[in-house]
C-alpha cells in the first residue's frame, strides 16, 4: 500500500482548501500515523481517499476564516455566503409565529431552509416538527471548520439535501485551554452583544477530551429606533393611510343611527366615534369623529429584531482501544431563549360577538355598542424557550484484507429538542365577556363585574372606550385587570430523532488508473414530533388564531453503496478521469419506498485545470408537521363560483344545486353582507392543516465546473461552477380557491367532501390542507477566486473573491384555475441576480487587517401605490395580468476588522461590520421582514471588540 506525505496531497488541491485542511492533516498525521492520509472523509462522499475533495463544489470555511468576521453564530456567517438564499424566519420576522420561531436557519440558492440537510460532524443536525434544523445550538468556540456542499446529496444523505449539505465539523484532541470575550452593539447604542466561551482540552497517547462552553445574549432592537422602520408601514415615506385606524383610544358606533354598524350597499357608512379629550366616556356628547391623526403607528410597540439568548455546553471524547479501533462520542446541551414584542392586540368586538353590554357602568347609551380599541397597554410578548440534548457515540476503525484497507463504523445519534412558549398579551374571551358585561362601580371606586347585589367574584370591569394613559375605573392599565383579562399561554413541544448506521469503505480492486473505491452503508432513523398549543389557544378563546396539537411520527431504513471508479490517469490530456457513482434505497413507514441516484465525474487533462459535472436525485420527505400538524385557522378571501355577479359564475349548475345553493344567490362576506367587490372576505374562520397523504418532493440538480490553478501564478486558485435544480411536487398550500374550482367548474365530486353551507347558502366551514402542487427550477453560476501573493517587505497580501449568479430562479403554484403561475422570479424580493463577496486580508507580524465588501444586486417588488410614482416598471404583465413593479438599486456593506497578536498569547480585534453605516433600499413589500426593508441587510454600523487569551 502506498502512502502519501500532506505535501503531496494537498498540492493538488486548490490553495485555499488545502491551507484550510492543512492543521486537520496535520493533527490526524500526529495522533494516528500517516495512513490516516488516505482515509479523510470530505463532505459530499463517503469513500475516504486522496483525491475526493475537488470532485464537487465545496466550500471550506477554516477556524481562521471564522475569527476574521464579526458574527457571533453559525448561521450569520453562513448567512452571508453569496450562496445563501433569504434568511428563514429572520429576526425582523417580529410577527412570526409557531414552532420554529427563534432559531437560526440557513437556506441555500433560495430553495428553502428545509431543502438544506445540516451536518454536525457528518451526522444530521436534528429538526422541528416543521424540518427546520437550528444552526443557533451549535457553539461558535466548539467549531474546527464547516464545509458547505452546494450540490444535492439525497444519494448520500438520504432526504432533505435537495439544495445542498453544511457539515461542521468540531475541534477534536484540542490540548491546552482558550477562553474567548466578545463586546458588541450598534451606532445607535442597541442591539447590545455579550458573548463569553471558554474551551478546554488534554490529549494523551490514545485519547482526548475536548470540551467547549458557551454564553451569549444578544439585546432587542426597537422598530422604533431605526429609520425605516419608526413611521409605519412605508418607513419615511408612511401617511395617515398607513397607521392603523384601530388605535390606543377607543371608538364606537351608535346602533340608533347605524344599526349592526357593519358597512353595505344602499346605507351610510357607519361612523366611529371617540372621546373627546378630558372627556367623560359615559357621555354620549362627549365624542367627537375619529380622525387619521388618531390612528396608531404599530411600529412604535415592535421588536425590530428578537432578542435572544444561548448558553451551549459541547463535549467531544475520543479514545484508541487500539491501534485501528477508535471510540468517539459528540455531547451537546443547548438553551435559547428568544424574545419578540409586538404592538397590542387591535380588538374589534363585532369579530368576537363581544359588545359592550347595555348594562355595563361605561356604556353611553344603555344599548349594547360595538367597539373598536388596541390593547395598547398590553403588547404581545413571547418568550421562546428551547433545549437540545445531543448524543453522538461511533466506533470506527480500519482492517486490512488482500493487501487492500478498509474502514468502517458503526454509530447512533439521539437527538432530542424541548421547546417551551409563553405568551402574554392576547385577551381571554371569557374573560372579555364578564369584563364588558354588566358592571358597577363598588364603594372603593373599582369597576366590577355583575351587579352590586350579586357581584362575580375575582372579576374586574372593563371601560374600552377609556383612551390609554387616561386612569379611572375600568382602565386597561389596572394591573389587577390585566391579570384577569390577560392569561399567560403556554404551548410546549417535543421533537426527536433516533438514528443507527453502520459503514464500510474501502478499495474493492487496483485498477489501471488506481484504486477503485466503494462505500456501503445502512441507517435506521426515526423522527418523532408533537408541539401542543396552550387549551386557550385549542379552544380558540382567546384573540389569537386558533391552533391545535401537531403529533406524529415515523421511521425509514435505508441502504447506499458508493463507487469511485478510476477511468485513466497520467496520460496525455488525462492525468485523471475518474467516475463517481451513488445509490440510496429509503423505505418510509409512511409513503412506502423511494430510489435515488448520484453520478459524477472528474476530468484533469493538466495538472493544473480540474473539469468536473454531478447529476444528481433528491427527494425531501414531508415533516412530521406538514403530515401530522395540528390545525389553524383564518379568516380568507375568496370568490365563490355559485354566486352570481362574479366572473366565470357558474350559479344554477348541477354542483352548486346540488349544494342547496340558490341560482340568485350572492355571496356573502363580513356581516352576512352581499359581498360587492371579490374577492370577499369570508365571515367565518376556515381551517387549515396537514395532510397525511402527501408525498415525498423530488429534485434533480445538475453542476458543471472547472478549478484552475495555473502553474505560473503560485497561490492562484480559479473556480466557476454552472448549476441547476429542478424540484417537482413541492409541498404548497392549498388554496379555497382551487378547492372551490374543482368541486363546483370541475365537477370534482371528492373535492366537495370538505365544504359546509349554511341554510343561507354561504360557506360556513372550509378545509383547506397541503397539497404536493408546487415546482421550481433555479440556474445560474459561482465563480470564486483566491490569490495568496507572494510575501512582500511590507506583509502578506491575500485576496478571496465569491460571486453567485443567478440566471433563473422560477418558482411555481397554481391559482384558483389550476393554471400554473410564476410565484418567484429573479430579482424578486430576496432573490438577487447577484450576490459577490470581496475578501482582502493583510498580515504583518503580530498585526492583521480584514476587509469585506459584502454587494448585493438591485430588487424588484410589486408597486404599492400607482399614483405616488413608485412604480418605474409600469408596463409589466405577469401571469396574463397587468403586474407593474418597482425597482431598487444594488447595496454594497463594507466589514473591516484589525487585529493583534499579544505576546502573552493572546489576540485582540476590534471590527465594524457595515463600517459606512450603508442603508439599504426600501422594501414595501416587507420580504423577510415585518417591515419595510429587507430582512437580511444590516440595520445599522455594528461595531465589536473581540479578545481571545489561549493558555
Known amino acids: 500500500m502506498k502512502f502519501r506525505t500532506p505535501a503531496m496531497r494537498l498540492g493538488l488541491l486548490p490553495a485555499g482548501i488545502a491551507v484550510a485542511l492543512t492543521p486537520a492533516f496535520a493533527s490526524a498525521q500526529d495522533t494516528a500515523g500517516a495512513t490516516t492520509l488516505d482515509r479523510l472523509e470530505v463532505t459530499g462522499s463517503r469513500i475516504r481517499g486522496a483525491n475526493m475533495e475537488t470532485q464537487q463544489p465545496i466550500l471550506t470555511l477554516s477556524r481562521e476564516n471564522l475569527e476574521k468576521q464579526g458574527f457571533t453564530s453559525v448561521a450569520d456567517v453562513l448567512q452571508n455566503m453569496t450562496s445563501a438564499g433569504s434568511p428563514a424566519i429572520s429576526r425582523a420576522d417580529a410577527l412570526s409565529s409557531g414552532e420554529n420561531v427563534g432559531g437560526y436557519y440557513i437556506d441555500i440558492r433560495n430553495l428553502g431552509a428545509t431543502r438544506t440537510l445540516v451536518l454536525l460532524n457528518g451526522k444530521r443536525l436534528g429538526a422541528t416538527s416543521g424540518g427546520y434544523q437550528d444552526l443557533s445550538q451549535i457553539p461558535m468556540s466548539a467549531i474546527e471548520r464547516i464545509e458547505v456542499l452546494k450540490d444535492g446529496a439525497s444519494a448520500i444523505y438520504g432526504s432533505d439535501a435537495i439544495a445542498g449539505v453544511v457539515n461542521v465539523i468540531t475541534r477534536k484532541r484540542f490540548d491546552g485551554a482558550e477562553a474567548q470575550v466578545y463586546l458588541g452593539q450598534y451606532g445607535e447604542g442597541d442591539g447590545e452583544t455579550k458573548q463569553y466561551s471558554f474551551t478546554l482540552g488534554t490529549e494523551g497517547e490514545r485519547g482526548g477530551i475536548t470540551l467547549s462552553a458557551e454564553y451569549s445574549k444578544q439585546d432587542p432592537v426597537m422598530a422604533k429606533n431605526r429609520w425605516f422602520s419608526r413611521d409605519g408601514a412605508k418607513g419615511p415615506n408612511s401617511t395617515v393611510d398607513d397607521m392603523s385606524p384601530i388605535g390606543p383610544n377607543g371608538v364606537w358606533c351608535d346602533p340608533r343611527v347605524f344599526g349592526d354598524c357593519l358597512p353595505a350597499k344602499g346605507k351610510p357608512d357607519p361612523i366611529w366615534q371617540t372621546v373627546n379629550q378630558g372627556g367623560d366616556p359615559t357621555n354620549p356628547n362627549d365624542y367627537h369623529e375619529l380622525t387619521p391623526d388618531e390612528f396608531a403607528n404599530a411600529n412604535q410597540q415592535m421588536m425590530l429584531q428578537t432578542g435572544v439568548e444561548r448558553k451551549s455546553l459541547y463535549v467531544n471524547g475520543n479514545y484508541d482501544f487500539t491501534d485501528r479501533v477508535t471510540f468517539n462520542a459528540d455531547i451537546l446541551y443547548n438553551e435559547r431563549t428568544t424574545d419578540q414584542l409586538i404592538a397590542g392586540y387591535p380588538y374589534q368586538s363585532q369579530a368576537f360577538g363581544t359588545p359592550l353590554s347595555a348594562d355595563s357602568a361605561f356604556n353611553p347609551i344603555g344599548q349594547d355598542v360595538e367597539f373598536r380599541r388596541r390593547l395598547w397597554e398590553v403588547p404581545r410578548a413571547t418568550e421562546s424557550k428551547l433545549k437540545t440534548l445531543r448524543f453522538a457515540p461511533t ?187 451513488a445509490g440510496r434505497y429509503s423505505d418510509y413507514s409512511n409513503f412506502g419506498d423511494t430510489v435515488n441516484g448520484k453520478f459524477g465525474i472528474t476530468w484533469r487533462p493538466l495538472d493544473e485545470l480540474l473539469v468536473r459535472g454531478t447529476y444528481a436525485e433528491g427527494f425531501r420527505a414531508p415533516s412530521v408537521d406538514n403530515l401530522y400538524g395540528g390545525l389553524g385557522s383564518s379568516f380568507e378571501k375568496y370568490t365563490d363560483p355559485c354566486s352570481v355577479g362574479v366572473s366565470g359564475s357558474v350559479a344554477g349548475n348541477a354542483a352548486c344545486t346540488a349544494a342547496g345553493v340558490s341560482p340568485s344567490y350572492v355571496q356573502l362576506g363580513q356581516g352576512l353582507t352581499p359581498c360587492g367587490t371579490w374577492p370577499c372576505a369570508t365571515p367565518d374562520q376556515f381551517i387549515s392543516g396537514s395532510n397525511a397523504e402527501l408525498l415525498p418532493e423530488t429534485s434533480k440538480s445538475t453542476t458543471i465546473g472547472l478549478v484552475w490553478s495555473p502553474r505560473w501564478v503560485q497561490g492562484l486558485d480559479i473556480s466557476l461552477d454552472w448549476f441547476n435544480y429542478k424540484i417537482k411536487d413541492m409541498i404548497i398550500e392549498d388554496s379555497v380557491d382551487r378547492i372551490l374550482r374543482d368541486c363546483y367548474v370541475l365537477g370534482n365530486s371528492a373535492r366537495c367532501e370538505g365544504i359546509v353551507r349554511a341554510a343561507d347558502g354561504h360557506i360556513s366551514q372550509l378545509f383547506y390542507g397541503l397539497a404536493n402542487l408546487g415546482e421550481m427550477e433555479t440556474e445560474g453560476y459561482d465563480l470564486g477566486v483566491k490569490y495568496r501573493l507572494p510575501e512582500l517587505a511590507i506583509g502578506q497580501f491575500s485576496l478571496d473573491w465569491q460571486t453567485t449568479y443567478t440566471a433563473k430562479y422560477d418558482e411555481q403554484g397554481q391559482n384558483a384555475k389550476g393554471e400554473n403561475i410564476t410565484i418567484g422570479y429573479v430579482g424578486s424580493p430576496g432573490i438577487f441576480r447577484v450576490r459577490s463577496n470581496l475578501g482582502l486580508n493583510w498580515e504583518k507580524g503580530e498585526w492583521g487587517v480584514n476587509y469585506t465588501a459584502r454587494y448585493y444586486s438591485g430588487m424588484k417588488e410589486d408597486c404599492v401605490a400607482l399614483g405616488d410614482g413608485w412604480c418605474d416598471l409600469p408596463d409589466r404583465y405577469a401571469n396574463g395580468e397587468w403586474a407593474p413593479l418597482r425597482s431598487t438599486g444594488s447595496n454594497t456593506f463594507h466589514d473591516l476588522q484589525v487585529s493583534y497578536k499579544a505576546p502573552w498569547n493572546a489576540t485582540v480585534a476590534i471590527g465594524a461590520n457595515n463600517v459606512f453605516n450603508h442603508r439599504g433600499a426600501l422594501q414595501y413589500s416587507a420580504p423577510n421582514s415585518s417591515f419595510a426593508y429587507y430582512g437580511g441587510f444590516d440595520i445599522g454600523r455594528y461595531v465589536y471588540l473581540k479578545y481571545t487569551q489561549r493558555f
Open 395 to 581: 466506533i470506527s476503525g480500519f482492517f486490512e484484507f488482500a493487501d487492500k484497507s478498509f474502514d468502517w463504523s458503526v454509530g447512533a445519534l439521539f437527538n432530542r429538542n424541548e421547546s417551551t412558549k409563553s405568551n402574554y398579551g392576547d385577551m381571554s374571551l371569557i374573560a372579555a365577556r364578564q369584563a364588558l358585561g354588566p358592571s358597577f362601580i363598588d364603594a372603593n371606586g373599582v369597576a366590577r363585574c355583575g351587579t352590586a347585589a350579586s357581584p362575580i367574584d375575582g372579576c374586574y370591569a372593563w371601560n374600552p372606550l377609556l383612551p390609554a394613559g387616561v386612569n379611572g375605573p375600568g382602565s386597561l392599565a389596572d394591573k389587577d385587570l390585566q391579570n384577569f383579562l390577560f392569561p399567560t399561554f403556554t404551548t410546549t413541544g417535543v421533537t426527536k430523532t433516533t438514528s443507527f448506521n453502520a459503514d464500510l469503505a474501502g478499495s474493492i480492486v487496483t485498477l489501471p488508473a488506481g484504486d477503485l473505491g466503494f462505500a456501503i452503508g445502512v441507517e435506521h432513523r426515526e423522527e418523532e414530533g408533537r408541539y401542543v398549543p396552550d387549551a386557550f389557544m385549542q379552544s380558540g378563546e382567546y384573540t389569537g388564531l386558533a391552533q391545535t396539537t401537531t403529533n406524529g411520527k415515523y421511521k425509514l431504513d435505508e441502504v447506499y453503496l458508493e463507487l469511485n471508479i478510476p477511468v485513466l490517469a497520467d496520460m496525455a490530456f488525462a492525468k485523471e478521469l475518474t467516475v463517481n457513482m
